[in-house]
């Protein structure tokens, strides 16, 4: 079994910045795919940035986006910069074992953290 804890959400100005941090605690390993997905109000979640062997961004995200990882610290980071109000979210933290191939697809990830609100004003 793994364990996710999301922080660091809150409320910023559009143009704005936010880092967002998952603690991995439990049964972990290296290997599993470490990946962010957003729930926006009345949409479905959707894939924000994962990594593998490399690292994987939604087009809406590419460029203003960075997903990190922290072995030794068991820890998954989203820096989040040029932030606008359709970012505003719950963000996910997920893990699993996933071939890179389907690191996109929510369904194919094992474990997720509670979500952590994400609000941009314009």
């Known amino acids: 079994q793994v364990h996710l804890v999301e922080s660091g959400g809150g409320l910023v100005q559009a143009g704005g910045s936010l880092r967002l941090s998952c603690a991995v605690s439990?049964?972990?390993?290296?290997?599993?795919?470490m990946a962010w997905f957003r729930q926006g109000p009345g949409k479905e979640r959707e894939f924000v940035a994962a990594?593998?062997?490399?690292?994987l961004y939604a087009d809406s995200v590419k460029g203003r986006f960075t997903i990190s990882r922290d072995n030794a610290k068991n820890t998954v980071a989203l820096q989040m910069n040029s932030l606008k109000p359709e970012d505003t979210a719950v963000y996910y933290c997920?893990?699993?074992?996933?071939?890179?191939?389907?690191?996109?697809?929510?369904?194919?990830?094992?474990?997720w953290g509670q979500g952590t609100q994400v609000t941009v004003s314009s």
């Open positions: 997920a893990a699993g074992l996933v071939i890179d191939t389907y690191a996109r697809f929510a369904a194919r990830y094992d474990f």
């Open positions: 439990g049964r972990t390993s290296s290997t599993y795919v």
């Open positions: 990594i593998t062997w490399r690292t």
